[in-house]
Each structure stands twice: as C-alpha cells, then as structure tokens.
C-alpha cells in the first residue's frame, strides 16, 4: 500500500523559514519524480514543482522558484521542501506525490498524503 | 502558463441524476487531463487520467471525455458518495495547473 506521510508544518511568522518532509512507502521512491501541491483555504489547488527520480533536476512554479526549495533523499524514502521568507500567501496543507505519466508526456498525482498544514501569521 | 476554466463553480444534484462537470484548457492539451475528487476533510483522490483513462478502482458511472481544449467529466447516476469538489488539472506542461474546482452536492 502507498503511503505518504507529511510533516513539519505548524504555525510561522512572516519572513520565516521552514522545512517540510514526506516519508514515502509502498513503492519504489527512487524510480519517481516527486512532486509537491499545495492548497490554499479557499480551495484553491497550486502545483509547487516537482524533482527528478535521482534529485538531479527540479522544475518550479515561477512565482515560487526564489523561495522554494526541493530536494529528496532516496535512501530515506524522503521528500523535503524547504520554505524560505514565508508570506501570509503561503498559508496552505501541502501535499507530496509521486508523477505517473500518460502517453509518456502527461503527468498527474495517483497518490496523495495526508498533506500538512502550514499557517503564516504574525 | 495554460489557464484552465472550470464550469460550474457548484451544482446540485438528485440521486440517480446524471451530472456532467466541464473543463476548458487555454490551449490544446492533447489529452493531457486529469480529475481528482476531493470529500471534505479529505485528500483529493484521482478519478481519471489521460482525459478518459478510469483509474483502477474508481466506480464505472465515472467518466472522461475531450479533446483539444475541451474536456468533461460525467456522473452517471448520481450517489450520495459523490459529493464532493472535482478539480481538473492539466499535465502536459510546466508550470502543471488545476481548474478552480467544482463543488457537487445532493440536492
């Protein structure tokens, strides 16, 4: 069974840094691109970016490449995003979730965690 | 970035209706869609992927269709488990997007 289990959320003042991490089980972590999502309080869903299988290369959403960060340890089975000068804006749950591909060009999220939340508030 | 345009923002329906949610890429995705469902309180969960590809285990009165810039997703026969908000999200570039989501209730 796929698992994907979230932490490091909480509650962060604006101008902070925080660092998420997603424990992964149930299948293969190194054979997956990861990716992060997050979603805002009204509903909103944003994708965030997402790392190759062997943490080699990352793709971000431009309005969140300067203070977002990916990365991954394979032998942990872990996900990490690093958060830097949080904004009020960035108060989400955000999700990890590995890439499937359709037709070899297409990605979508066929697991999702439970996610975790993250409040920006002075 | 691709806008995806989703319609309508909420709707209700009786058991047994037919409910059909639309989905309208700024460009031609090729295909590139996928659904996810989302109950409250819960994790969004795939529904279809590849614009008409069921995921396993997704009950059969679920259904994907579309091409180009134009995609929907129907509800045959409406449940009580069906509710929930739907989002569409588009795959085939970067930056990835999801449309606003559609929240579906009993009427």
């Known amino acids: 069974e796929v698992q994907l289990v979230e932490s490091g959320g909480g509650l962060v003042k604006p101008g902070a840094s925080l660092k998420l991490s997603c424990v992964a089980s149930?299948?293969?972590?190194?054979?997956?691109?990861m990716s992060w999502v997050r979603q805002t309080p009204g509903k909103t869903m944003e994708w965030i970016g997402d790392?190759?299988?062997?943490?080699?290369?990352?793709n971000y959403a431009p309005s969140l490449k300067n203070r977002f960060t990916i990365s991954r340890d394979n032998a942990k089975s872990t996900l990490y995003l690093q958060m830097s000068n949080v904004r009020s804006e960035d108060t989400a749950t955000y999700y990890c979730?590995?890439?499937?591909?359709?037709?070899?060009?297409?990605?979508?999220?066929?697991?999702w965690g439970q996610g975790v939340m993250v409040t920006v508030s002075s | 970035d691709i806008q995806m345009t989703q319609s309508p923002a909420s709707l209700s329906a009786s058991l047994g209706e037919t409910v059909t949610i639309q989905c309208r890429a700024s460009?031609?995705?090729?295909?590139?869609l996928a659904w996810y469902q989302q109950k409250p309180g819960k994790s969004p969960q795939l529904l279809i992927y590849g614009a008409s590809s069921l995921q396993d285990g997704v009950p059969s009165r679920f259904s994907g269709s579309g091409s180009g810039t134009q995609y929907s997703l129907k509800i045959s026969s409406m449940q009580t488990e069906d509710e929930g908000v739907y989002f569409c999200?588009?795959?085939?570039?970067?930056?990835?997007?999801f449309g606003s989501g559609t929240k579906l209730e009993i009427k």
């Open positions: 149930g299948f293969t972590f190194s054979d997956y691109w």
């Open positions: 999200q588009q795959g085939l570039k970067y930056p990835l997007t």
């Open positions: 979730t590995p890439i499937s591909l359709y037709g070899g060009y297409s990605g979508y999220f066929d697991y």
């Open positions: 790392i190759k299988y062997d943490g080699s290369y990352t």
């Open positions: 460009e031609d995705i090729y295909s590139g």
